[in-house]
């Protein structure tokens, strides 16, 4: 669990607002009856504000947030089969040991066609970096960091269809070195240094199968066979009857 003072630092709360935006773009299009956030990550409200479901639920392991709706844990959801419409997880794989099987839940509780958000550090580039060189991984309390390639290859695994990542907080992972000017403005890094972006953001759609239907015994045609072939038509073309 990252402590909640690091998200009350400069750094964390520009990390928050980043990844506010980018929720609140990519809801904009979720409808349905339930939303449910697995995983706490700033204020309870930081997100589900901005969710268009009816109903929205945040859900966090037992210890965790106090203000959570639901508690259970993330790799054994107390959810119900293809109940959601759509399911938030807020460096939720990162901070958890099992990440597969956590994804796993949020693909059995997700409706077909339902809408999973997923965000995460990135494990290159300098936010990487600083976690491999900061005693208890960086930001602190993050366990391991899911490159987004190996995430995407995960969730098609689990039948997804998944959008092209945004990603965010391209500038240093250094508040010192911002206070001195010596950052390039975020919009400015975004496009000239895409290798320096400390997160990202992956949308997916649990994909829909469609069923064919069985035609019952008895509507079914039935074909004469002869020696294991079917048996050819008796029909005679004019030209040869002639």
């Known amino acids: 669990m990252v402590p909640p003072n690091?998200?009350?630092?400069p750094l964390g709360r520009r990390c928050l607002r980043n990844e506010q935006r980018l929720v609140r773009r990519a809801l904009d299009c979720v409808f349905g009856a339930e939303m449910l956030q697995v995983g706490t990550w700033g204020p309870v409200?930081?997100?589900?504000?901005y969710a268009r479901t009816q109903r929205v639920a945040v859900l966090d392991a037992p210890g965790g947030a106090d203000r959570a709706d639901l508690v259970s844990r993330p790799d054994?959801?107390?959810?119900?089969?293809?109940?959601?419409?759509a399911i938030?997880?807020?460096h939720t794989l990162e901070r958890n040991e099992t990440p597969h099987a956590v994804l796993r839940e949020a693909?059995?509780?997700?409706?077909?066609?339902?809408?999973l958000l997923a965000l995460g550090f990135a494990p290159g580039?300098?936010?990487?970096?600083?976690?491999?060189?900061?005693?208890?991984?960086?930001p602190p309390g993050?366990?391991?960091?899911?490159?987004?390639?190996?995430?995407r290859d995960w969730l098609e695994l689990l039948s997804f269809d998944v959008e092209p990542a945004e990603s965010y907080c391209h500038t240093l992972p250094f508040?010192?070195?911002?206070?001195l000017g010596a950052l390039p403005r975020e919009r400015w890094a975004r496009r000239w240094l895409p290798m320096l972006a400390g997160g990202y953001l992956i949308v997916a759609r649990k994909r829909a199968v469609s069923l064919t239907p069985i035609r019952p015994a008895w509507q079914r045609p039935r074909l004469r066979a002869v020696g294991g072939l079917v048996e050819p038509t008796t029909r005679v073309s004019r030209r040869a009857s002639n």
């Open 142 to 151: 993050s366990r391991h960091l899911i490159r987004e390639h190996r995430l």
């Open 175 to 179: 508040e010192r070195v911002r206070r």
């Open 125 to 138: 580039g300098l936010w990487g970096l600083r976690h491999l060189l900061a005693r208890g991984g960086y």
């Open 6 to 9: 690091w998200l009350a630092t």
């Open 88 to 90: 938030l997880l807020p």
């Open 45 to 49: 409200d930081a997100f589900r504000r």
């Open 76 to 85: 054994r959801l107390a959810v119900a089969s293809d109940s959601i419409d």
């Open 107 to 115: 693909a059995r509780v997700l409706r077909p066609d339902g809408c």
